[in-house]
């Protein structure tokens, strides 16, 4: 059976911790009145954290575990998870923030509102459409057919950040409306880069800002 909602989770290095964000994460979705599913990506590296979702999976029936050789770069984890993914709606979760789907109910409504794309991002950042790009998002959900735009693209981007920024200003850039939801305090810990990270990152995002005022200059004129 179809699932409504596919929740992506990309595992890297977590271990231990992954097990406490699944079990937040079966209590909450125990609560939803919509089927739903959820595939754990682990590159056959990160050895431990792909024990502990195994034995997680084995008592779960909606957990699915996705092995992938290689890297594990996180545009591997991105696109081997929706391939292998279901649902109507596919969520890819950054794992530390798994507590963002107390707000499931809100984010669906904003899908039915017309929204194609909802995005998590740093506390504070105001709510709403997403027309500024000033924070980089740690949560991605769409409706299944945008999969297909997004193939042709061809992301290239591997790091966990860099990754969300592509894909948002792809979807900026083609016009697509994008609602973000700030995060909470202990939701939005900072996650640490390093400083070539940082510099890669914020070259992406004022990238995708250049090009989304541009856009937003010709419509204006039009």
Known sequence: MKPFLSIIIPIQNEGEKILDSLLSLDYMLSLSEFSYECVCVCPTKAIHSLKVCEKFSKITKYVRVCEIKGLGGWRELFWEGMHVS???????????????????????????????????????????????????????????????????????????????????????????????????????VKIKETVFERVINKARLLKVKREHKRIEKQKNSS
């Open 86 to 188: 279901k649902g109507s709606v596919r969520m890819f979760l950054d794992p530390g923030i798994i507590s963002v789907l107390k707000d499931r109910e809100k984010i669906l409504e904003r899908l039915r509102e017309g929204y194609e794309c909802i995005i998590a991002v740093d506390e504070g950042k105001e709510e709403g459409e997403y027309k500024n790009p000033n924070s980089i998002p740690r949560m991605i959900v769409f409706k299944e057919e945008m999969i297909v735009l997004l193939e042709n693209k061809h992301t290239s981007a591997h790091g966990r950040r860099s990754l969300f920024v592509e894909i948002i200003g792809f979807f900026l850039k083609n016009k697509i409306k994008v609602y973000a939801f700030p995060l909470t305090a202990k939701e939005g």
